[in-house]
Structure formats: C-alpha cells, structure tokens
C-alpha cells in the first residue's frame, strides 16, 4: 500500500525550507503530521522527530521541526493517531507506536532522503516511541532520546498527575496489568537494539527523571553496546532556548557522524 496519502504546503517559518502537512497510512489509519524539508536538490540526513505529551499536551511545535532542518536534515514529525484530524484514538505508547514505525517507513522513502543516514529522536514521552522504533526499524543509524521516558511504570510511579490518564489508556494500573506497562517499556528489548544511542537529560527535570537515562544507559553498558550520554546538572525538562539550540545543533552534528556506519 502507497504510505502518503496527502501532502499540502503550508506557510513555513523560514525562508529557505519548505513546510508540508501530511497524511499517511498507519495500520489502516489516516495519521497526521508534518514534513519539513530543506530547499535544494542534495541528498541530506533524515530525521524522525517523535513528540511527547498526549493529545494537545505536548503536540508538535513548527519552530522545533524548523530548527532541525535548518541542520541540513529533512525531518517528519507525527502527531500520532487521533490526533489534529487523524483517525483512531491515541494510545500513549501502545499500538500508536505503528504511527512511529510507519513515519519512519515513510521517511526512508523521501526520494532526497540519504537512506544510510536515518535518525530517530524522542522526547520525553517519545522517547519510548524512539526506542521501540529503534528496535522495530535497525537499518536506523541513530536513535536519541532527549528527556526522554524509557520505563511506563517508573512514570506512573514518578507522575501522580498522569495516573488517571494511564489507567484510562492502558485500563488500569501496573500491579493489575503488568504485561500492558512491561509492552510499553523498551528497555527489556534494548539488548536488541542496533542503533547507535544518545541520552541527553536535564538532572532537575521535574516531569521524567533521570533514572529513565540511566536505566537506558546501564542496560547498554551491560550488553556491550556504545551509549553517549550527555547530562546537565543545571537544565530541567525544557532546557533554556538558547542552550537548547546549541545542544541541538550538537546532536544533529553527533547523528550525521554515526551515519553510513
């Protein structure tokens, strides 16, 4: 089946890189998101940008996606199911996940797309999603979470606020449902994983603890697998825009170096 189904340019931020909604196909789905592609006619990196938050919490900011690009990648970003016209109903982490795999398929077939150069970046919420489609799709070159979530019961247990959400989504808690919280959770997998790994995190981040990063962190360790972690003692869950953008512009730098690896 043809992935997109539709694709309309909208108004961009910047001058010099195009900004397009999409609509493509996810497990018989119509999904949404946007595509950002820098002007010109080279191959450049591709970048799959997975959100966190849940509904309109967290929903994909343009200026984000325009930062990225302007690195010199062609970024697709979803909104996940259910989410600003899309069909189905968002299921933080669990079969939406399809939405990440397929994005990433999507991607991989943007004719300007490097295809030795695929990069996977989740943050916060996404950074579960950016793992389990690391896991999912290996011919990936990278794979960064930036405070990122990487246990689902570590975040019920952490975010008293998300309970009854959680409990909504996922139909109970994780003493009830343990295999539902332990299907959401990466890290039991990550022995799998192929992609070269970046952790960036803000030690005083209030909404996903840094234990997430470590837990990645000591698991890759045990199996023998390269982890770069970048931690910073002064920064939260948002980090202040002006380190934010330097740090991204680090990150994109670190991505293209692993591609064609």
Known sequence: MKRLIDKVKIPSPHPRISLYLITYWSAGLRVKGYLAVPDGKEKLPGLLYLRGGIKTVGMVRVQRLIQWAAEGMIVLA????????????????????????????LLQSVPR??????????FSRGGVMALQTALARPQASSVTCWNGVSDMVLTYEERVDLRRMMKRVIGGTPNKYPERYRWRTPLHQLAALKPRILLIHGEKDEHVSLTHARLVEQVCRQEGKEVA????????????????RVILSEAAAWMKGQGGK
């Not at 797309?113 to 989740?122: N, T, W, Y």
């Open 229 to 244: 972690t970048w931690y910073f003692p002064q920064f939260s869950h948002h980090f202040p825009p002006t380190e934010q």
């Open 113 to 122: 797309v490097e295809r030795e150069s695929l990069h996977i970046l989740g």
């Open 78 to 105: 979803p909104f996940y199911r259910g989410n600003k016209g899309g069909e189905g109903n968002e299921d933080f982490c669990g079969d939406d996940r399809e939405d990440a795999f397929t994005a990433f398929d």
